[in-house]
């Protein structure tokens, strides 16, 4: 019994769990889970890839595949036992897909026990590094799974609606995460009000919020206060033309520190590349036809930050 | 870098300047370059969430917190403080390298030769590299952006602040520098005119 205990031990290695999300459409998530993916493979980690964009599934094109028979949908519906029998082969070494469910949209806000066992099943799936496509949303299904995965990415792109809806995300997954914190229904209801950004209260950032719950419940405060060490969101830039706006990293990361007083991790950044979209249009994976690109170069950045757990400090390299 | 859900109001200078209790001197200036770059731009990644008199203060909050930190003295000064250890409040030391005194024209010509009173953007910046100044430090100092210290220095007509601007901007940093603002603001409008830049 020890002895299998120590050659698990052995085996055993480090698993992590990426979910990505941003809350806005069309920026980039499903395209950077995909090549985040193969560049991982790469450094020659084994990687699955899950979209779990449970509106608008497309992962699979962006990783040059034909719709896989067998997707999520069949664990969700159609009483598959493991979600391991959904999957699939990309022709990369190393890189399986578990494709994603199509156009069900009365699947778009899944109850949460199902939540709960869709995450528990891609957590336990063998491998080093499980990335999941999100999809868009700011609905707290996406913020549920973004949480489950504990170490949520969120992709924004130079544009003052993303930024907008980066900043909106963090709140909003933030409180989710405390209203998932408690059952006390007089604290759910004042986080219920906080979650709309006009609320009367007042109530803006995650200290106030703090300072609404104390006062109905100082247990339940001390308790949010202290599981904050944990939520460290990590932060990519896609589609920078520049350098300016390829910083624009540094500016969200203090702005978060100064006005949410979250710390937030900064992974880098992706150039714009009309070369993406053609892939994308070719229906072929970006890396496999642009290796040596200035995006792939920047994508194999992240993979190396994302694998050393380590984000930028001050400077983009 | 932060504790945790502290807003910026009640975060320690070393949170302003998002640096460890560790940072070397270098990790500083970098960290105030970059957060004086972040919350001087007025672009919407400051203002979506900060009105525009906030970011005001969180930039002047950057200056204190670098002023204090930058200068190891002070520094220690602001740590003990922080253990609860200092008895007062840290006061953010004036930069000890601005001159407040108006320099003797024998120093001037020790740091220009014979060329003083052509003030240019030349012997500007020959003055504050006499002086040991870095811009960042004028900039703190005056106040006045560091891009457009750099203009001065440069005499980068494209890029000048408006004409009414520029003449201030002069005087303040002649001033900074011990010189007389009066004939550093006219002679140096006087050559750029000749070069080309346009009074109003
Ligand atoms: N770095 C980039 N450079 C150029 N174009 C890009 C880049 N990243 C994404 N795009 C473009 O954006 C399009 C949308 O990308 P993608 O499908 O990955 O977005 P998404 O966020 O997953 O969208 P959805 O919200 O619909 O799921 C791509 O087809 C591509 O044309
Ligand atoms: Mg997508």
């Not at chain 1, 920026?27 to 899950?50: P, W």
């Not at chain 1, 026990?113 to 949303?137: F, P």
């Not at chain 2, 940072?23 to 200036?29: S, V, Y």
Request: net charge neutral; proline share 4%.
């Amino acid at each position: 019994m020890d002895k299998e205990k120590d050659k698990k031990g052995k085996q055993k290695r480090e698993k992590h769990i990426w979910a990505i999300a941003g809350g806005k459409g069309g920026i980039g998530k499903s395209f950077v889970t995909a090549n985040l993916g193969i560049a991982l493979c790469e450094r020659g980690k084994r990687v699955i890839v899950v979209d779990a964009d449970l509106g608008a599934a497309n992962l699979h094109t962006l990783l040059g595949v034909p719709q896989p028979p067998l997707s999520l949908d069949d664990f969700i519906r159609r009483g598959m036992r493991n979600i391991k029998a959904a999957l699939t082969e990309t022709g990369i070494p190393n890189l399986q897909l578990i494709a994603g469910v199509h156009d069900i949209l009365t699947l778009s806000n899944p109850k949460q026990g199902l939540k709960q066992k869709i995450m528990r099943h891609i957590s336990s799936l063998d491998a080093d590094h499980i990335i999941v496509d999100l999809g868009t949303g700011m609905s707290p299904h996406v913020f549920d799974f973004f949480l489950i995965s504990e170490n949520g990415i969120f992709l924004v792109t130079p544009e003052p609606t993303s930024l907008e809806n980066a900043y909106r995300f963090i709140r909003g997954v933030f409180f989710r995460r405390w209203m998932n914190m408690t059952t006390n229904n007089n604290v759910k209801k004042i986080i219920e009000t906080a979650m709309d950004g006009n609320n009367p209260e007042g109530i803006k950032t995650p200290s106030d919020l703090l300072a609404q719950v104390g006062k109905v419940d100082k247990e339940t405060a001390t308790i949010f206060k202290k599981g904050m060490s944990t939520f460290r969101p990590r932060l990519i830039i896609n589609q920078a033309r520049n350098r300016k706006e390829a910083e624009l990293g540094f500016a969200v990361r203090s702005v978060c520190r100064k006005y949410f007083g979250i710390e937030l991790s900064f992974l880098g950044h992706i150039l714009y590349d009309h070369n993406v979209y053609l892939s994308v249009q070719r229906g072929r994976a970006f890396f496999s036809d642009y290796p040596s690109s200035d995006v792939a170069e920047c994508i194999r950045d992240i993979a190396v930050r994302l694998s050393d757990g380590k984000g930028l400090e001050w400077s983009l390299s | 870098m932060v504790t945790q859900l502290k807003s910026w109001r009640e975060q320690d200078y070393y949170e302003i300047l998002e640096i460890s209790h560790k940072a070397t001197e270098e990790e500083i200036r970098v960290a105030y370059d970059k957060l004086k770059t972040i919350y001087s731009s007025g672009s919407s990644e400051t203002t979506i969430l900060f009105t525009s008199e906030e970011v005001k203060e969180i930039s002047d909050k950057v200056d204190e917190a670098y002023r204090v930190l930058r200068d190891p003295r002070s520094q220690r000064e602001y740590d003990l403080m922080l253990r609860g250890e200092g008895d007062k409040p840290v006061i953010p030391p004036p930069s000890p390298t601005v001159t407040h005194r108006i320099l003797t024209p024998q120093e001037i010509k020790e740091a220009l030769g014979d060329d003083e009173t052509h003030w240019s953007g030349e012997t500007l910046c020959a003055m504050r590299k006499y002086l040991s100044l870095e811009l960042d430090e004028v900039a703190v100092e005056t106040k006045i952006a560091k891009k457009n210290l750099k203009a001065i220095e440069e005499e980068d007509i494209k890029i000048f602040p408006a004409p009414v601007y520029l003449k201030g901007f002069l005087r303040t940093y002649a001033k900074a520098l011990g010189l007389d603002p009066q004939e550093v603001a006219e002679k140096y409008i006087a050559r750029i005119t000749w070069k080309g830049y346009q009074k109003d």
